[in-house]
């Protein structure tokens, strides 16, 4: 048996924000998103927190677990349990940062207002092309780390410059400005640096890496703004 220690709050009730325990049992090749969908479905339907794919695709089950934000659907007990089998609790809470609406889950509009701010999408001005734009397998390769993001907020919401400046745009919305930055087919790099060298841009960054260590992709989260940093210096 596992304990697990959830932080809870429902805006629908005036007890505020509280902790709570289940005790659930598990087996070493359980993920943690099997042992909260076991207490819904057994000890208590109103509990609530977001999942969807259950394979670390869609990234809607972002929490922080032992205070590091993880994917439930992707921590493995086996990981979590102690080799001499004694009791274990593990602290569950919402993302840090963001507005709680019930239980674990978070208002993700903040995380996705910095993410439309970078503008990402291909921009292009010329004629809309009959087949695919060819790109070279170099070319590709130059932001194919960055193609990897789930947009699940680990990073932004571990970040401590986040955690103070919420207006700050987040390693997130730097990731997908590499993305398209370092995109032979786009011509939308000058006007996202732009962007990105606003007071909210990348130059608050204090190269903490929590964002790198959080992601659940293992995308290299603080190599990337290192490069638009210094996408930034020689745009000038
Ligand atoms: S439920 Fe989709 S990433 Fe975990």
């Given at each position: 048996m596992v304990t697990l220690r959830i932080a809870r709050f429902n805006?629908?009730?005036?007890?505020?924000a509280y902790w709570d325990t289940f005790e659930v049992p598990t087996l070493p090749?359980?993920?943690l998103l099997n042992l909260l969908l076991y207490a819904k479905g057994y000890?208590?339907?109103?509990l609530t927190f977001r999942r969807s794919c259950?394979?670390?695709?869609?990234?809607?089950?972002a929490m922080r677990v032992n205070g590091l934000n993880r994917l439930a659907c992707k921590l493995l007990m086996k990981d979590m349990l102690p080799k001499d089998g004694k009791p274990v609790t593990i602290t569950v809470e919402p993302l840090k940062a963001l507005p709680v609406?019930?239980?674990?889950?978070?208002?993700m509009e903040p995380f996705f207002d910095a993410h439309r701010a970078i503008k990402p999408y291909l921009i292009n001005s010329?004629?809309?092309?009959?087949?695919e734009r060819i790109q070279s397998a170099h070319d590709r390769a130059r932001f194919d780390d960055t193609t990897?993001?789930?947009?699940?907020?680990c990073c932004t919401s571990s970040c401590p410059v986040y955690w103070n400046e919420g207006s700050y745009f987040g390693p997130a919305a730097f990731v997908n400005a590499h993305r398209f930055i370092f995109?032979?087919?786009?011509?939308g790099a000058a006007e996202r640096l732009d962007i990105l060298n606003?007071?909210?841009?990348?130059?608050?960054?204090?190269?903490?890496f929590n964002c790198t260590e959080s992601c659940p992709r293992g995308i290299k989260i603080t190599q990337a703004i290192a490069e638009v940093k210094r996408a930034l210096l020689f745009a000038r």
């Open positions: 805006p629908e009730d005036d007890k505020g090749t359980d993920r000890l208590d339907g109103t259950a394979h670390g695709v869609c990234g809607s089950d609406l019930k239980d674990l889950v978070v208002d010329g004629h809309e092309p009959t087949r990897k993001c789930i947009l699940c907020a995109d032979s087919r786009d011509e606003d007071v909210d841009g990348v130059w608050r960054c204090r190269t903490t």
